[in-house]
């Protein structure tokens, strides 16, 4: 049972686009919700995250909206660059979980020159 | 650089055989989280410790084991290794035991034969 999706296992946009990756979750218990991006051969990185109480939060470039209601959240790039290429998962927590993340299986994103 | 670090960078055994892989948090951090990343899937959390303790429990295997020794680092046990068991092995640490954002290493790339 996938409690985090990832529905689009790839992504293509063109540098200077916006690149938006998708993420959905079952789990009503989820409370807080990350972005990890991941690099060949290197562990995940933390990007940016969201805790339930808000629906946006934003760090430059990154802006990550959340929609409780439909429990789908949403990672936006602007503008995107041929240095975000990664793989970029989407992770959940919550306190009854003791924190553990639930990831999804990723979105491979290539920004393209 | 995340400040985990994990040894050894790559592993190549055998069926039935027992492997030790280990990690050592970032300076500071008191817990540690081992997740297993199979090919083309998510991150699954397979264990939690936090100060020596063991926390949280994932979808970890009965061959598989961990423990965080005093100094803080920790070794997760895989025993009587089957195919299926080859992975990436992923090691992060946070501040405390309820922290949202976990830092993660390099990884483990585990080959059974």
């Known amino acids: 049972d996938q409690q985090v999706k990832q529905n689009s296992p790839s992504l293509s946009v063109q540098e200077g686009r916006i690149s938006i990756l998708n993420c959905d979750y079952t789990n009503s218990m989820f409370d807080y919700f990350l972005w990890y991006k991941k690099y060949p051969a290197e562990g995940p990185t933390f990007l940016i995250s969201i805790s339930s109480i808000k629906d946006k939060n934003e760090d430059g470039r990154f802006t990550v909206f959340l929609n409780k209601s439909a429990k789908h959240l949403s990672l936006h790039i602007v503008p995107s660059q041929p240095g975000d290429s990664a793989v970029y998962f989407c992770?959940?927590?919550?306190?009854?979980?003791?924190?553990?993340?639930?990831f999804g299986s990723g979105t491979r994103l290539q920004v393209q020159p | 650089d995340s400040g985990v670090t994990q040894t050894p960078k790559h592993l190549i055994t055998a069926t039935g055989q027992r492997v030790t892989l280990r990690c050592s948090p970032r300076?500071?951090?008191?817990?540690v989280y081992w997740y297993q990343q199979s090919l083309d899937q998510g991150l699954q959390f397979l264990i939690q410790y936090y100060n020596g303790e063991e926390r949280a429990k994932g979808n970890i295997l009965e061959r598989f084991s961990a423990q965080q020794f005093p100094d803080l680092h920790s070794e997760l046990n895989l025993s009587s290794l089957e195919l299926g068991d080859s992975a990436l092995y992923f090691c992060?640490?946070?501040?405390?035991?309820?922290?949202?954002?976990?830092?993660f290493g390099p990884g483990t790339r585990l080959t059974v034969l």
């Open positions: 300076s500071g951090d008191l817990s």
């Open positions: 992060a640490s946070s501040v405390a035991g309820w922290d949202n954002e976990q830092f």
């Open positions: 992770a959940a927590s919550d306190l009854t979980g003791r924190r553990a993340l639930t």
